[in-house]
Nanobody
Framework: QVQLVESGGGLVQAGGSLRLSCAAS????????MAWFRQVPGKEREFVAA???????AYLDAVRGRFAISRDNAKMTVHLQMNSLKPEDTAVYYC????????????????????WGQGTQVTVSS
């Protein structure tokens, strides 16, 4: 079973930065997509950012220009650099992964991902 482990969450003031990391273990593959989603109580999971081993990144419009996703194909690890954080970014952030090849439009869909991490809390104070 593949395990995804997130780290890097915490409490910051508005305008601050955090760097989230997600490492996959249990399997090494050449083709994968990894993504970040976030969720607040009472709301559906929201796509944040995604990247594919084959190339191509996607972002939620609300974080474009503030967040940057990066990957290490060999280590099956992704990072999410979050700058200029806003209170509305407060949520539990989840790492997700699939080893299937997906097209660009599918990268934003939670249902396309097969593995999920436990989540890491990000809290941005005003």
């Amino acid at each position: 079973q593949v395990q995804l482990v997130e780290s890097g969450g915490g409490l910051v003031q508005a305008g601050g930065s955090l760097r989230l990391s997600c490492a996959a273990s249990g399997r090494t593959v050449s083709t994968f997509s990894m993504a970040w989603f976030r969720q607040v109580p009472g709301k559906e999971r929201e796509f944040v950012a995604a990247t594919r081993s084959s190339g191509g990144d996607a972002y939620l419009d609300a974080v474009r220009g503030r967040f940057a996703i990066s990957r290490d194909n060999a280590k099956m690890t992704v990072h999410l650099q979050m700058n200029s954080l806003k209170p509305e970014d407060t949520a539990v952030y989840y790492c997700a992964a699939t080893f299937r090849r997906i097209i660009t439009s599918q990268m934003r869909m939670a249902g396309e991902y097969d593995y999920w991490g436990q989540g890491t809390q990000v809290t941005v104070s005003s």
